[in-house]
């Protein structure tokens, strides 16, 4: 059964910096094959895409909203995907979700419907 877990979420003021973790286990292939991805869902709204990466970490992805601030990363070796956060602003306070699945083509990673494994989310709040 496959797992994401989440870490690392938290309160901070605007302006300072979060570094988010997602551990994944129970894979049935090797975690080097899965397209990894965050989402966010702020009170009151739907979930939205803030930034992908390919299998490899060869490509990823971005929301408008978040470039230039927040970086995705993965080390394969632990089974782990990240999202360094910075520049925190108000309006980035939510429910951050890691999502996965297996080789995601590019044109669709941006999609929620194209990742089939997802974690519980860890909150993220910003103070103004």
């Known amino acids: 059964q496959v797992q994401l877990v989440e870490s690392g979420g938290g309160l901070v003021q605007a302006g300072g910096s979060l570094r988010l973790s997602c551990a994944a286990s129970?894979?049935?292939?090797?975690?080097?094959?899965?397209?990894m991805g965050w989402f966010r869902q702020a009170p009151g709204k739907e979930r939205m895409f803030v930034t992908s990466?390919?299998?490899?970490?060869?490509?990823?992805d971005y929301a408008d909203s978040v470039k230039g601030r927040f970086t995705i990363s993965r080390d394969n070796a632990k089974n782990t995907v990240y999202l360094q956060m910075d520049s925190l602003k108000p309006e980035d306070t939510a429910v951050y979700y890691c999502?996965?699945?297996?080789?995601?083509?590019?044109?669709?990673?941006?999609?929620?419907?194209?990742?089939?494994?997802w974690g519980q989310g860890t909150q993220v709040t910003v103070s103004s």
């Open positions: 990466i390919t299998y490899d970490g060869g490509s990823t």
């Open positions: 999502a996965g699945n297996e080789y995601i083509s590019i044109a669709i990673m941006s999609a929620m419907n194209a990742y089939a494994y």
């Open positions: 129970g894979l049935a292939f090797a975690f080097s094959s899965y397209t």
